[in-house]
T-cell receptor, first 114, second 111 residues
């Protein structure tokens, strides 16, 4: 159990376009979902926390107008990178938490902006 | 106070050896300490976790030792195998909220 999926697993887009990444909890209801960004050989950096039906809470330094997060249901959260630029290229990972303390991570989405 | 310090940065052991990864924290409000294993290009996978009222926890070949007074915890991998070669992250959280990650340890197990 406790499976989290992400789609797409990788995406290449042109500079200036928007990209949407989906995160789904497949076998449990996620009261809270988290979005992380990871650069090569670095640790995970939390971007934002979202609770179902509420506005996301963004970490300091993360532009909320650039990284739009929607958590419309207990099994789905989306991250939209708006007007993507090459510096937004990264590995984006979501995690989901049910009623306990454990966060389960998705497989990640590799975004490359040309 | 929100940091989790992890060491070493990298580690090489022979097959069958016991790599040990250490983490230290400051915030005594942390109540849950998970370890994650990450392979290149994949998301982190939960390995094992512990709460501060327990001094040791074993799951298969993985053991967490927890020293509450020293605010330190460590991961031991028994009988390590080449397939254990990965990056390991310790983390800490307060009731499952924001996870504070260590910097990660790159483990290589030589066959």
């Amino acid at each position: 159990g406790a499976v989290v999926s992400q789609h797409p697993s990788w995406v290449i887009c042109k500079s200036g376009t928007s990209v949407k990444i989906e995160c789904r909890s497949l076998d449990f209801q996620a009261t809270t979902m988290f979005w992380y960004r990871q650069f090569p050989k670095q640790s995970l950096m939390l971007m934002a926390t979202s609770n179902e039906g509420s506005k996301a809470t963004y970490e300091q330094g993360v532009e909320k107008d650039k990284f739009l997060i929607n958590h419309a249901s207990l099994t789905l959260s989306t991250l939209t990178v708006t007007s993507a630029h090459p510096e937004d290229s990264s590995f984006y990972i979501c995690s989901a938490r049910g009623t306990g303390s454990v966060q389960f991570f998705g497989p990640g989405t590799r975004l490359t902006v040309l | 106070q929100q940091q989790v310090k992890q060491s070493p940065q990298s580690l090489i052991v022979q097959k069958g050896g016991i790599p040990i990864i250490n983490c230290a924290y400051e915030n005594t409000a942390f109540d849950y300490f998970p370890w994650y294993q990450q392979f290149p290009g994949k998301g982190p996978a939960l390995l094992i976790a512990i709460r501060p009222d327990v001094s040791e926890k074993k799951e298969g070949r993985f053991t967490i030792s927890f020293n509450k007074s020293a605010k330190q915890f460590s991961l031991h991998i028994m009988d390590s195998q080449p397939g254990d070669s990965a990056t390991y992250f310790c983390a800490a959280t307060i009731y499952g909220n924001k996870l504070v990650f260590g910097a990660g340890t790159i483990l290589r197990v030589k066959s």
